[in-house]
T-cell receptor, first 111, second 114 residues
Framework: SQKIEQNSEALNIQEGKTATLTCNYT??????LQWYRQDPGRGPVFLLL?????KEKRKERLKVTFDTTLKQSLFHITASQPADSATYLC??????????FGSGTKLNVKP | KAGVTQTPRYLIKTRGQQVTLSCSPI?????VSWYQQTPGQGLQFLFE???????NKGNFPGRFSGRQFSNSRSEMNVSTLELGDSALYLC?????????????FGQGTRLTVV
């Protein structure tokens, strides 16, 4: 089955810097990949979706890349703010809305 | 419009009991998925329903079951509860029949088995 790896260690960065989170997967390349944000005690919130034929997707301060050769997606938050502190999850589809989620990377943005 | 609503928010049950969790998707969404989230395992897919039909099932024992009603509301049931079933149970609804759209998650039901 598909396995998704995200850095389990928390990422600590200073406010204003760019945060870069990594998502690696094994086996087959999905048709698309999604990134979610999760705050403690709450459900994940959708951020971005990128398709296999798209190298890069942007939304405001967020940028996602998708490299099917490396089987990797990178998630960037530019000009990070303390409010960006949360756990970020990547998710890969299989079929019919069955997603495999990574374990998430906790981001801490210090003022 | 209203988001995904899960009830109850918190639940404490004893080993051996059974429990039913409810999920009301966003109006118009016909796909509802259920996930179990634990600190050690992360988000694990349980099953997905679309128009009252279970289309996908994760690797969970038969004690975990679900159903979907004609109004797209969904329930999941766990019988013969075990301590290891303690987790945050999340449901998500999507507008599309396939995963090409974002999933909207509810706040989850925190189940504690004692």
């Amino acid at each position: 089955s598909q396995k998704i790896e995200q850095n389990s260690e928390a990422l600590n960065i200073q406010e204003g810097k760019t945060a870069t989170l990594t998502c690696n997967y094994t086996n087959y390349s999905p048709a698309y990949l999604q990134w979610y944000r999760q705050d403690p005690g709450r459900g994940p919130v959708f951020l971005l979706l990128i398709r296999e034929n798209e190298k890069e997707k942007r939304k405001e301060r967020l940028k996602v890349t998708f490299d099917t050769t490396l089987k990797q997606s990178l998630f960037h938050i530019t000009a990070s703010q303390p409010a960006d502190s949360a756990t970020y999850l990547c998710a890969l589809d299989t079929n019919f809305n069955k997603f495999y989620f990574g374990s998430g990377t906790k981001l801490n943005v210090k003022p | 419009k209203a988001g995904v609503t899960q009830t109850p928010r918190y639940l404490i049950k004893t080993r051996g009991q059974q429990v039913t969790l409810s999920c009301s998707p966003i109006s118009g969404h016909r796909s509802v998925s259920w996930y179990q989230q634990t600190p050690g395992q992360g988000l694990q897919f349980l099953f997905e329903y679309f128009s009252e039909t279970q289309r996908n099932k994760g690797n969970f024992p038969g004690r975990f079951s679900g159903r979907q009603f004609s109004n797209s509301r969904s329930e999941m049931n766990v019988s013969t509860l075990e301590l290891g079933d303690s987790a945050l149970y999340l449901c998500a609804s999507t507008s599309m029949g396939t995963g090409t759209a974002e999933a909207f998650f509810g706040q989850g039901t925190r189940l504690t088995v004692v």
